[in-house]
């Protein structure tokens, strides 16, 4: 076997292990996730992720995946913690703390505090007898698995680590689910980011008014033209914003001057499509962005039930994508 071959049946060994210990964790979820779940549904206040080492990276993310749902939700260095961030920790929020040893001493303090005020605790551990659980009032117990690697990289949290970072997201998925979250929200919670954008509404990037290249039904090829290359749209809208008749683009243009012997006699209504596509403006970028590739046009109209608001352009969408 090659070095190379060698590293890549390393490598798949690897996921193999962690595809093992994942499957262990779906076996083990039962009436203790969905206790926890009740409880993070009902929390009025924020969830406070708490974890050491690696698994205080995973919490980072969970956190992360929880606000990013609109769940209220941030991470407490449990160091930090002793040292006044407890303040912070209010009666109608919910601590989740995880450590698969369920043994690590920075937790205590945190612990102490959450009994003494009455805060609800979801503990995620491998040891049911650990301090971390007995504390607990969700005790979620994690399967004990090998850690992938050799008998010197056995202790690298890998396996346990996937288990965590899978638990927490069937918690925020099987919560988001309940709640019935809709993807157009992620506009609202990520407004910058690529998931946020493809998700914005088309009303949001609409090119209407003054910006609209109008003609009447009986303006001739010249018009049309200067029109078109007015607004620099690659078309002309046949009406007014209270009625569209249709719409010509430059395509309509071309196939025109070849087809048409009389092609300088017509006028906008004689070339016009009369039903031209359309979008509704609680579409998203990426609905609009899906439609004009399948049709491999570039321009949208715009609908408010049955009023017309606007344009959508391809170029326009991907500038703001880009």
């Given at each position: 076997m090659t070095k190379k071959n060698k590293i890549v049946e390393i490598g798949k060994s690897v996921i193999k292990s962690e595809i093992s210990a994942l499957s262990k964790l779906k076996s083990s979820l039962g009436k203790s996730f969905e206790k926890a779940a009740n409880v993070i549904d009902k929390t009025s206040g924020s969830l406070v992720f708490v974890g050491v080492g690696k698994s205080k990276l995973i919490l980072d993310k969970a956190c992360g995946t929880f606000t990013s749902l609109g769940?209220?939700?941030?991470?407490l260095d449990p160091l930090q913690a002793s040292h006044g961030s407890m303040g912070g920790l209010k009666r109608n929020d919910t601590l989740?703390?995880?450590?698969?040893?369920?043994?690590?001493?920075?937790?205590?303090?945190?612990?102490r505090f959450a009994k003494n005020f009455k805060i609800k605790v979801i503990g995620i551990s491998s040891n049911s007898k650990s301090k971390l659980i007995i504390n607990s009032d969700i005790k979620l117990i994690l399967p004990k698995v090998k850690e992938a690697g050799n008998k010197n990289l056995d202790l690298v949290p890998t396996s346990?680590?996937?288990?965590?970072?899978g638990m927490t997201d069937a918690l925020a998925i099987s919560i988001a689910t309940k709640r019935n979250f809709k993807k157009e929200k992620f506009a609202t919670h990520h407004p910058l980011g690529a998931i946020g954008k493809n998700l914005t509404p088309v009303n949001e990037l609409l090119i209407s008014g003054s910006k609209i290249p109008y003609v009447k039904p009986d303006s001739s090829i010249p018009q049309i033209l200067l029109k078109i290359s007015e607004k620099k749209l690659g078309c002309a809208l046949v009406g007014n914003i209270k009625k569209v008749k249709g719409i010509i683009t430059d395509g309509d243009i071309s196939r025109t001057l070849r087809n048409q012997k009389s092609f300088?006699?017509?006028?906008?209504?004689?070339?016009?499509?009369?039903?031209?596509?359309?979008?509704?403006t609680t579409l998203t970028v990426s609905d609009a962005i899906k439609l004009m590739n399948q049709k491999r046009i570039t321009i949208l109209l715009v609908y408010q039930g049955r009023q017309f608001k606007g344009l959508i352009s391809m170029h326009y969408l991907l500038e703001f994508l880009n």
């Open positions: 769940i209220s939700a941030y991470s989740i703390v995880a450590s698969y040893s369920g043994s690590s001493s920075e937790l205590y303090t945190i612990l346990s680590s996937s288990m965590l970072l300088l006699t017509k006028k906008a209504k004689d070339i016009l499509t009369s039903k031209p596509l359309s979008i509704q």
